[in-house]
């Protein structure tokens, strides 16, 4: 099914942007953050909240930012704390900021640096989180190394407690956090995607010969993940399972840029990409499934897709679904454009 954008639209970015968040720690509305990425201007982040009418998308604050925005996460248990890797005169950065007490003031341009990720000698890429709840790790990767840090936002403090080298992976690009599993990331490199031990910092390649663009894991069941792929879209896999994924979806037209598992809806799944489009999947997967290449794959794929948002005239990098309302999504294209949809539709095919 194709369609236009019956969505909510907030206009409010000024500049080219890559990057929104879920502002999961806000219990009491459906709360993102966005960051641009301007190559002359000073950049910005928005504080971007749903009325309470779910009629608008309104600036509840505006925020100065003095490199552009390649990676922002918000942290998971203090909606006023996020992160942020950045270019700067030197190279590339990463940061945890706090925004400060508002008291009715939309736009307060002095964002609270709580502490610099420093120590890195390579190319920062990502900034993670564990996604539930509160966690005193976090995790910066950058093209050779990922960082394991002991942090305490509360007074402003970051320490490396270990490090785990890359060794001959060529060029670490990201990765993700396992809800299920605190010792456990997921880090995609450019030709395979890897799972570490955080405790030993050891590794064991789990998918090769892959340029993985995007993994995400699925939050309600364990071991199941979603890649973003070039040569074949997007793939479930089990991770007890590597040998096959358990489905193939047929993925972008262009490159598939992004993919997110519903916080809530255990078989959605939102992917994005350089095509100016956001597909919304019905990912069934069971351990008996027989994969992309049984009879019929065709038909369950065309199945699985349950709709495509096509309003949009730029690449789409960003995707969130809303952890306060897990039938609502935003997504924001590169040129600044942030629209909030609903999948209740969709909900009753579940």
Same mark, same amino acid.
Request: hydrophobic share 35%; proline share 5%; with cysteine.
């Given at each position: 099914?194709?369609?236009?954008?019956?969505?909510?639209?907030?206009?409010?970015?000024?500049?080219?942007?890559?990057?929104i968040?879920d502002?999961?720690?806000?219990?009491?509305?459906?709360?993102?953050?966005?960051?641009?990425?301007?190559?002359?201007?000073?950049?910005?982040?928005?504080?971007?909240?749903?009325?309470?009418?779910?009629?608008?998308?309104?600036?509840d604050?505006?925020?100065?930012?003095p490199?552009?925005?390649?990676?922002?996460?918000?942290?998971?248990?203090?909606?006023?704390?996020?992160?942020?890797?950045?270019t700067?005169?030197?190279?590339?950065g990463?940061?945890?900021?706090?925004i400060?007490e508002?008291?009715?003031?939309?736009?307060s341009?002095?964002?609270?640096?709580?502490?610099?990720?420093?120590g890195?000698?390579?190319?920062?890429?990502?900034v993670?989180?564990?996604?539930?709840?509160?966690?005193?790790?976090?995790?910066?990767?950058?093209?050779?190394?990922?960082?394991?840090?002991?942090?305490?936002?509360?007074?402003?403090s970051?320490?490396?407690?270990?490090?785990?080298?890359?060794?001959?992976?060529?060029?670490?690009?990201?990765?993700?956090?396992?809800?299920?599993?605190?010792?456990?990331?997921?880090a995609?490199?450019?030709?395979?995607?890897?799972?570490?031990?955080?405790?030993?910092?050891?590794?064991?390649?789990?998918?090769?010969?892959?340029?993985?663009?995007?993994?995400?894991?699925?939050?309600?069941?364990?071991?199941?993940?979603?890649?973003?792929?070039?040569?074949?879209?997007?793939?479930?896999?089990?991770?007890?399972m590597?040998?096959?994924?358990l489905k193939?979806?047929?993925?972008?037209?262009?490159?598939?840029?992004?993919?997110?598992?519903n916080?809530?809806?255990? @078989?959605? #799944? $939102?992917?994005?990409? %350089? /095509?100016?489009?956001v597909?919304?999947?019905l990912?069934?997967v +069971? *351990?008996? &499934?027989?994969?992309?290449?049984?009879?019929?794959?065709?038909?369950?794929?065309? @199945?699985? #897709? $349950?709709?495509?948002? %096509? /309003?949009?005239?730029?690449?789409?990098?960003?995707?969130?679904? +809303? *952890?306060? &309302?897990?039938?609502?999504?935003?997504?924001?294209?590169?040129?600044?454009r942030?629209?909030?949809?609903?999948?209740?539709?969709?909900?009753q095919?579940?």
């Amino acid at each position: 099914m194709q369609g236009g954008s019956s969505g909510i639209v907030y206009g409010g970015l000024k500049y080219q942007a890559r990057c929104i968040a879920d502002v999961r720690a806000d219990a009491g509305s459906t709360t993102f953050l966005a960051g641009t990425l301007s190559l002359k201007e000073e950049n910005e982040v928005h504080l971007i909240r749903l009325s309470p009418a779910e009629s608008e998308l309104v600036c509840d604050g505006l925020f100065y930012h003095p490199n552009e925005i390649w990676d922002l996460k918000s942290c998971p248990f203090d909606h006023r704390v996020f992160s942020t890797v950045y270019t700067s005169g030197e190279g590339y950065g990463a940061a945890v900021w706090k925004i400060p007490e508002q008291h009715g003031q939309s736009n307060s341009p002095q964002l609270e640096q709580l502490f610099e990720l420093t120590g890195h000698t390579g190319k920062i890429r990502r900034v993670l989180w564990w996604p539930l709840g509160k966690h005193d790790k976090l995790i910066s990767i950058d093209d050779r190394n990922i960082f394991l840090w002991n942090i305490d936002t509360s007074n402003k403090s970051a320490k490396v407690i270990s490090q785990g080298s890359a060794d001959m992976l060529p060029n670490l690009r990201g990765g993700a956090w396992d809800p299920h599993n605190h010792n456990s990331i997921a880090a995609i490199s450019d030709s395979s995607l890897n799972l570490w031990d955080l405790r030993s910092m050891d590794k064991s390649t789990a998918i090769e010969h892959a340029h993985i663009r995007d993994v995400d894991y699925n939050p309600k069941k364990q071991n199941i993940i979603a890649t973003a792929e070039d040569e074949f879209g997007i793939r479930l896999w089990d991770l007890r399972m590597l040998k096959h994924p358990l489905k193939d979806l047929p993925g972008h037209s262009h490159w598939t840029w992004t993919v997110r598992h519903n916080p809530e809806y255990d @078989e959605l #799944l $939102l992917s994005a990409g %350089t /095509d100016s489009t956001v597909n919304l999947w019905l990912a069934q997967v +069971s *351990s008996n &499934d027989s994969g992309p290449d049984s009879p019929g794959s065709t038909k369950r794929q065309e @199945e699985s #897709l $349950l709709n495509s948002y %096509t /309003d949009y005239e730029d690449s789409i990098y960003g995707i969130a679904w +809303s *952890s306060h &309302d897990p039938s609502l999504f935003a997504s924001l294209s590169y040129d600044g454009r942030v629209v909030l949809e609903s999948v209740k539709p969709y909900l009753q095919r579940k």
